[in-house]
Structures are given as structure tokens and as C-alpha cells.
């Protein structure tokens, strides 16, 4: 399917030539009939002698409802110019004109209406010359009459070339589908439609509406049931989860997570203005209308604060209005969560960033360089494209070259936090990720290299030693055991030998000693020096036999066959013997 929006002057013909394209009736509401002038947006559809099927959106001509028209149009991606030859170009044409040009749709018909009661071709000349300095350059064009028929055929048949031209909707992508109209039907619930530029909707889809997880019942198109859309279409959805009430137009189907909210953006004009825009525009977008406080930041680029929050993305395409002046803007969506402007001059210097940012992933290379880290998430729904050689570690995208920097700059934090804290083996990995800035711990352990390790929670040396006073004195008492090697010293001793609990703790941690159980303390082999001894009584044998084997008190013994027991060198039996396992 393909959709087309009309565009033009009041009492230009616009819904009587759709009328006559389609055979149906675009305006909807009762009074538009009496009056003969389309208020809101209509819709109609046909099938071209081809069998390409198109569906028409017919907008106010009326300059009152351009809001509605700017609705029509925000999701189309061509356009049918409607000019009288018996009026010409007017003042109105020119809005709707300047409209499609600011949202740089360039792909479009020119009709020439009312050909039985004028001569066309004057009207056909300037028309199209004025067309031509627009987005939508030199457009084909056709004469027509929607009362006598003449040119009917060939209006068809222009249309058929046009739509043969449209650039393929991606049907993959994420769904965004801006409401243009809302309201309930008896026996089924809450139906929405619009324009489905991109994407696919299948009934039984979840979508997010207002913050709320949607599902579609059913699905229509072209009036007509179906098992599934895919863009470009004109759509109806019928939902699950939502009354009527609490919806309204401007609001949009998302795909769950796929889209950010955002407040503040920073855009760029697409063609710059000489005239001092004022402080309060109109954000037009999709078929939402949302008001916005302005803020140069110097050249084409501005930060917009949105009155309310809006699912956009880089690249997006919006028309900024000023309905005083009548003037309308294409503006470029450039970020849509940027950096706060803080300091003196920050306005300058982001405009200056913008201004050098080039496009496309280039773009994005020179964008995530600035962020260093990011969620590949938040990435995709901010609109950025993904450069193919990003290093990705776990969620987070890093800029090239991120992890080497951060990566060199680890030991000098464990260095600190040991100067610091000499008995401990080194600082808490907690610590470590913030004081490197890093946004998750995933990043950590791929910063932090040999010599250096994850170790117990902490950023440990592979040899990080003891503070020189802790290491003599640890260094006095394996001197002593190994002459005894099972003469724990008492208590008194280590703490006289300045080894209190915390230096004990931090030679356990180096493996220069071995905590036995609280206040014993042997030397690394303990293990294989105690089997060794064992092995040479009968099995089994009595704690007094280990003890005397062992040459120890039995403040030493008690613990030491029961550390062995816990490590598997002794089983103990149950009358209270012991042997080897």
C-alpha cells in the first residue's frame, strides 16, 4: 500500500478531486458536508489501474486549521499539491508548500483543479516553477477536472509513476504510529489509525501508549480486516489496556523500549533564518503538537525544552512554527538527551560541537567519543546507528580507544588506596569503578589487567606484599616455626611482636601465615609437615598420640585436627580416633 497527503488552498478542489480519484466521501463529519470545507483530516482509498492500492489523507485547505493539516501530513511520505486554474497559487498554497518543504518530503504530484472553468496552463507554469525551489523540486503535473472527469485518467496514471518512486519503508523496524484519530466502537472497544510508516503490526502486538502496555485485538486497513500491516499503510487498531478517554491525537504506538522520551533536544535548522526566532515555538512532529521554549546555541543549532515529552530520534525530521508570524522551520533532530548547559559559554560551545558532528556514522563515532560509555539500549532508541568496530562489553558500547585509557590508569588507584590502606590487599572493586567513572561493573573487569586482578571483591597486585614493620615481624615468627613448626605462638607473643588483628589478616591474605583458628597461627605447609608426622603412627590414633607426634600443646592440637578434619587430611571416627584419609 502506498499514502499519499493532499495540500492547498481552500476551495482549491482537494477533497472533490479525491473524491473523484476514489470514489469516496473524505469528509467525515456532517457540517463539513453542509459547508463544503474540510475542517479536520479525511481519509479515503482506491485501487490504481495497476492494482496498487493507495490511501489518500485529505487536510484543511483553511489557513484555522493548519494544525490539522500539519497532523495529515507529518507521516506521508508524498504529497498531492492541489492549485485552482481558476484562482492560482495563493497565500495558503505557499503555507502548505513551505510546510512539506520544512519537512523535506520530496516526492509529489501537481494537480491543477477546475481545468473546465480556466485555462490551466498559466497556472501549470507558475505553479511548477515555484514548486521547483522547494524540497519537492520539479514535480510532475496534471490538468484535471473533478466535475467533468477530463484528466482523471491521466492523474492516475501520474500517481502510479510517483508511488513507483517512493524509497521501500523499512518494515522491520521499530513501530512509532502517531494517532490521528481515536474512538470506540460498539461491541469492540478503543480503535486508533494512522499512517504506519515503518514497521510491521500484527494482532496480539504489545505496543506502549501513554506509558501504558497496549495490545492490539485487531488490526484493519483500507477498511477491511487483515493479519498483518506493514509500512506504508493507513491502519486502524483496534486495543487492549486503554479507554478511549486517554488517548489523544499527537500521542504514539511505540515498540516496548525501543524509543526515548525526551524533553530536551538539541536540533539544527535546515535552512538557516536571518530573523531572530522567537523565545516560544510550536513542535510539530508525526501528528503530534507540542509546544517549546527556545535557546540559540549559536548558527542553525538550537536546544529545545518541550512542554511535554515527545518518543523522538536522531534524524527525525520536525517543523517549528510560529503561528504569530505564520513562518515555518525544518529542523533536524541532533541528540535527544543532551549534556546540560551549565557553565558560561557551554551554549556556544555545543552549538560549535553540533556544527562540526558530521553525519551518519561518522557522526555517531564523534558522539559516543563524547558519552565514552553508553547502553547499547538507550544507544538505538536514541536513533544512533551502531559503528560496526565499537567495542561492546556486556550492555555498554565504549568508544575506541576508552578501555586502554582507563585501563592504564587503574594501578595508580590501587597504588593510592594501598598508600592508603597498607594492610588491606587492595582497594574494594565498588571503589575502584567510581573512582574510574565507570557506569557498570562489567566494565571493570576489563580494565583491570595483569599485574592486577579481581580477587574477593577487591583489585589485588599478584604480589603486593606487607608494609616493611608487618613483614619483619611476620618474618620473626616463621623463623621461630621452623625450628617448631607446631609452637603456634600464644597471644601475648603476636601481640608483642606488633601482629595484631589486622596484620595477621593481611599476612593470611599473602599466604605467609596460615590461621589455624583464633589465636593460632602456623606457616604455609603446616598441611603436608602434619601428615607427614601422622603417617608414621598406627591408624587410627588419639588426639594424644597427634599431639605428642606433633610436639605441641594441646591449646594447638585441639584446633589443628580439626582444621585437618575440615580439609580432608583426617577423617574422624566415631569413638574420637583419628586416621589418615
Known amino acids: 500500500m502506498d499514502v499519499i497527503a493532499t495540500a492547498g488552498h481552500v476551495d482549491h478542489g482537494k477533497s472533490t478531486l479525491v473524491k473523484a480519484l476514489t470514489g469516496m466521501e473524505p469528509d467525515r463529519w456532517e457540517e463539513e458536508r453542509r459547508r463544503g470545507l ?13 492494482g496498487r492500492r493507495l490511501a489518500v489523507v485529505d487536510v484543511p485547505g483553511h489557513e484555522r486549521f493548519v494544525g490539522n493539516m500539519l497532523a495529515g501530513v507529518g507521516s506521508v511520505p508524498a504529497a498531492l499539491v492541489v492549485v485552482a486554474a481558476d484562482d492560482g497559487w495563493s497565500a495558503q498554497t505557499a503555507e502548505h508548500v513551505a510546510v512539506l518543504d520544512a519537512l523535506g518530503v520530496r516526492h509529489g504530484l501537481l494537480a491543477v483543479t477546475k481545468a473546465d472553468l480556466a485555462d490551466p496552463a498559466p497556472v501549470l507554469a507558475d505553479a511548477t516553477e515555484r514548486l521547483a525551489g522547494t524540497s519537492l523540486g520539479r514535480l510532475p503535473a496534471v490538468p484535471v477536472s473533478a466535475r467533468t472527469g477530463e484528466g482523471t485518467a491521466e492523474l492516475a496514471a501520474a500517481l502510479e509513476q510517483v508511488l513507483a518512486g517512493l524509497p521501500a519503508p523499512d518494515a522491520t523496524a521499530a513501530v512509532r504510529l502517531w494517532v490521528d484519530r481515536a474512538f470506540t466502537i460498539r461491541g469492540a472497544g478503543t480503535v486508533v489509525t494512522g499512517t504506519l510508516a515503518a514497521g510491521t503490526v500484527r494482532p496480539g502486538d504489545r505496543f506502549v501508549l501513554g506509558g501504558r502496555e497496549v495490545t492490539v485485538r485487531g488490526l484493519q486497513s483500507l477498511g477491511a480486516p487483515v493479519d ?17 478517554e486517554e488517548i489523544s491525537r499527537g500521542d504514539a504506538l511505540l515498540t516496548p523500549d525501543a524509543f526515548r522520551q525526551a524533553t530536551d533536544v538539541d536540533v539544527t535548522l535546515v535552512a538557516g533564518t536571518d530573523d531572530r526566532l522567537p523565545a516560544e515555538l510550536v513542535v510539530h512532529v508525526g501528528s503530534a503538537t507540542v509546544a517549546a521554549r527556545v535557546r540559540p546555541l549559536g548558527g542553525a543549532a538550537l536546544r529545545l525544552r518541550l512542554a511535554a515529552p515527545l518518543p523522538l530520534r536522531v534524524a527525525d525530521r520536525l517543523l517549528l512554527r510560529d503561528p504569530g508570524a505564520r513562518r515555518v522551520h525544518g529542523a533536524d533532530v541532533r541528540d535527544v538527551d543532551p549534556p546540560e548547559l551549565r557553565r558560561r559559554g557551554a551554549a556556544r560551545t555545543r552549538g560549535r ?48 580507544g576508552v578501555l586502554t585509557e582507563v585501563a592504564r590508569r587503574v594501578p595508580g588507584v590501587v597504588a593510592a588506596h594501598r598508600a592508603a590502606h597498607p594492610l588491606e590487599p587492595g582497594p574494594p572493586a565498588e571503589v575502584v569503578r567510581r573512582e574510574l567513572d565507570l557506569p557498570g561493573p562489567e566494565l571493570l573487569a576489563v580494565v583491570v589487567r595483569p599485574p592486577l586482578a579481581l580477587r574477593d571483591g577487591r583489585v589485588v597486585a599478584a604480589a603486593a606484599g606487607l608494609p616493611p614493620a608487618v613483614q619483619r615481624a611476620v618474618d620473626g615468627i616463621r623463623t621461630r616455626l621452623a625450628d617448631a613448626p607446631f609452637a603456634a605462638p600464644a597471644a601475648g607473643d603476636l601481640v608483642a611482636a606488633g601482629l595484631g588483628a589486622r596484620e595477621l589478616a593481611a599476612a593470611v591474605r599473602e599466604e605467609q601465615l596460615v590461621r589455624i583458628a583464633d589465636g593460632v597461627y602456623l606457616a604455609p605447609g603446616v598441611a603436608e609437615e602434619a601428615r607427614r608426622r601422622l603417617a608414621g603412627l598406627p591408624q587410627p590414633f588419639t588426639l594424644s598420640q597427634a599431639r605428642q607426634a606433633w610436639e605441641t600443646s594441646r591449646r594447638v592440637a585441639v584446633p589443628l585436627a580439626e582444621w585437618l578434619d575440615a580439609r580432608g587430611v583426617t577423617v574422624r571416627l566415631p569413638d574420637n580416633t583419628r586416621r589418615l584419609r
Open 228 to 244: 498483518a500491516a506493514s509500512a506504508t499503510a493507513r491502519v486502524a487498531l483496534n486495543l487492549r489496556g486503554v479507554a478511549v
Open 38 to 50: 474540510t475542517i479536520d483530516l479525511g481519509f479515503a482509498w482506491t485501487t490504481l489501474p495497476s
Open 353 to 400: 560541537e553540533l556544527a562540526e558532528q558530521p553525519p551518519g556514522e561518522a557522526g555517531a563515532r564523534a558522539e559516543l567519543a563524547r558519552r565514552r560509555f553508553v547502553r547499547r539500549a538507550d544507544w538505538v532508541a536514541m536513533g544512533w546507528p551502531v559503528p560496526v568496530d565499537v567495542p561492546a562489553v556486556g550492555p555498554w558500547l565504549v568508544a575506541p
